[in-house]
């Protein structure tokens, strides 16, 4: 491998995967993880994020993920994290599960609605819900009686979610409530005081520390990742800005510019990787057969599966069903 300078390592294609799938937890042996709920905390620590879906044919996504990375897991393990508030819910690039210690870092990034982008309903129903809260404890959408129904996310101008869904919806997103506990897909929200630990339900950062929190956790989330994603940093940066922070960050040290043999898109990793980078030709190898999900962090940037595996990912749980060559789980 040639390292071709200060900020730049060059590498193959082999290489750079051997890279992504060591530091995503997908090389070598599952059975050197521990088990139990330290285990969950170890791979979600080394992992960022896992990115949560309801879809459920084998399993959710979050539990395959972890089962994935660990010679044994069970769904209680992740349930004892939630319990003991070491985690939290937060939209990356997708809703995911993050470490608790992360939760100052994300909530100046939580969302604000504005009277007007709310329906009357799903405003009234947030009020009630924060004093049922307030006075009770934990709520789910499940035992709130509602008949009022609203047009959702999914719902294409038809009003089909209930207004109490989406109102706890609107209630997280702007951080007033967080998940307490999932039982299989059921979310029960409570405030972030009770739940996250004082130390971090307290912490409070302004905006442009918040922002580089995010990156740096991004930067540790993606592993290898480029300037043309969307989602770069957590952000909502336009393609110019993403470009501007990779060179600058790269520059100042603080990330190191890759070069993947045959590929013109430029990756970048944290510069503290720079010894496992240039060793990656020696890297633990895969030694077993490993069922990813459809969301597997190794997923999440269908261009790099390109670039790295020759590999065009389609989920089609999009399709419709006479569309399918696979199934809704499977690839194409």
């Not at 007007?116 to 499940?142: C, D, F, K, N």
């Amino acid at each position: 491998m040639d390292s071709g300078g200060h900020s730049t390592i060059r590498i193959t294609r082999q290489q750079a995967a051997a890279y992504l799938l060591f530091r995503l937890g997908l090389a070598g042996s599952r059975s050197s993880t521990p088990t139990g709920p330290a285990g969950v905390k170890a791979v979600l620590k080394r992992l960022g994020a896992i990115q949560l879906d309801p879809v459920n044919v084998v399993d959710r996504n979050h539990h395959l993920v972890l089962f994935n990375r660990m010679g044994e897991y069970r769904p209680a393990w992740l349930e004892d994290l939630y319990q003991r508030g070491r985690v939290f819910e937060a939209w990356c690039h997708a809703r995911c599960i993050l470490p608790a210690s992360l939760y100052p870092a994300f909530r100046p990034a939580f969302r604000r609605y504005g009277e007007a982008e709310l329906e009357p309903a799903v405003r009234q129903w947030m009020e009630r819900i924060l004093a049922l809260v307030e006075a009770s404890g934990p709520v789910s959408a499940r035992q709130l009686e509602a008949p009022e129904r609203v047009v959702g996310y999914w719902d294409r101008d038809v009003p089909r979610t209930r207004a109490v869904s989406q109102a706890l919806q609107h209630l997280w997103e702007e951080g007033r409530l967080v998940v307490r506990w999932r039982r299989g897909n059921e979310r029960w929200y409570d405030l972030p005081e009770r739940v996250l630990p004082d130390g971090v339900a307290r912490q409070e950062l302004d905006e442009a520390e918040a922002a580089e929190q995010r990156l740096r956790h991004y930067a540790q989330a993606m592993v290898l990742f480029d300037a043309g994603d969307p989602c770069f940093g957590w952000q909502r940066w336009p393609a110019a800005r993403r470009r501007q922070e990779a060179e600058r960050r790269v520059a100042a040290g603080q990330w190191v510019q890759v070069a993947v043999e045959g590929v013109r898109r430029v990756y970048y990793a944290l510069a503290e990787d720079r010894p496992v980078l240039e060793r990656a030709a020696d890297l633990p190898a895969l030694d077993e057969a490993r069922f990813l999900p459809p969301l597997d962090n190794l997923l999440w940037r269908r261009s790099r599966l390109q670039d790295l595996f020759g590999f065009e990912y389609t989920w089609e749980i999009y399709l419709p069903p006479h569309k399918r060559r696979y199934g809704p789980f499977l690839k194409t």
